[in-house]
Structures are given as C-alpha cells and as structure tokens.
C-alpha cells in the first residue's frame, strides 16, 4: 500500500496562488492514477482533480477549471496541485488520494471510492 503526505497548504488572500505536494512511498508510485480531494468544514470531500498513471490525461471539477492544475513526476513519487485565482469558497482542507482504478477516465476518477489510499490532509484558507 502506497502512504501519502501531503504539504503546501496555507493562508492566502484571494486571488493569490499556492502549490501542493503529495510525497508518496510505498508501492510503485507510477501503478496509481492520483487525485485531490477537499473538504470544508459542514460539507463532503468533494473532488477537485485526478491525474492518469502515466501523466497524459487530467481530469477537473468545473469549479476549478482554468485556475488549478495537476501534474505528477513519477521520478520523484510526487503530485502537485497548482491553484491559481483562489477564492475563498477554495477554503478546505485538501487531500491527495491514489487509485489502482484499471480504467483511466475522469468519470471513474471522480468518485472517493475508486481511492484506497488517503493523505491527512493539508489546510488551504483563502481570505477575502
């Protein structure tokens, strides 16, 4: 199994950026598609974004589109969330997630349960 720790997080204002990182040991980091996850205080982790095996596909909720990105360096176990323009309904706690899905498709990817393995979390606060 795969442990994942997540770093990056922080206070911001809006409109401000900040990047992630999810470290990864364990198993071969290159077998998992990755995914971030949020969660604010009151409401459910929801997806943010997810990142194929090998890099060439990513996948994003509309709510962050055109202002976050995923990547991945295989080399160096490590996914990174790069968000951009933030606001502050971006305020949770975030979470990097890895998945041995089969299937690379962003309907897939999307969904928690498709996860095995969780990060504890990171907390993003952006203020207004």
């Known amino acids: 199994q795969v442990q994942l720790v997540e770093s990056g997080g922080g206070l911001v204002q809006a409109g401000g950026s900040l990047r992630l990182s999810c470290a990864a040991s364990g198993r071969a980091f290159s077998n998992y598609a990755m995914g971030w996850f949020r969660q604010a205080p009151g409401k459910e982790r929801e997806f943010v974004a997810a990142?194929?095996?090998?890099?060439?596909?990513?996948y994003y909720a509309d709510s962050v589109k055109g202002r976050f990105s995923i990547s991945r360096d295989n080399a160096k176990n490590t996914v990174y969330l790069q968000m951009n323009s933030l606001k502050p309904e971006d305020t949770a706690v975030y979470y990097c997630?890895?998945?041995?899905?089969?299937?690379?498709?962003?309907?897939?990817?999307?969904?928690?349960?498709?996860?095995?393995?969780w990060g504890q979390g990171t907390q993003v606060t952006v203020s207004s």
């Open positions: 997630a890895a998945s041995l899905a089969s299937l690379d498709s962003g309907s897939i990817l999307r969904q928690r349960g498709m996860y095995g393995a």
């Open positions: 990142i194929s095996r090998s890099g060439g596909n990513t």
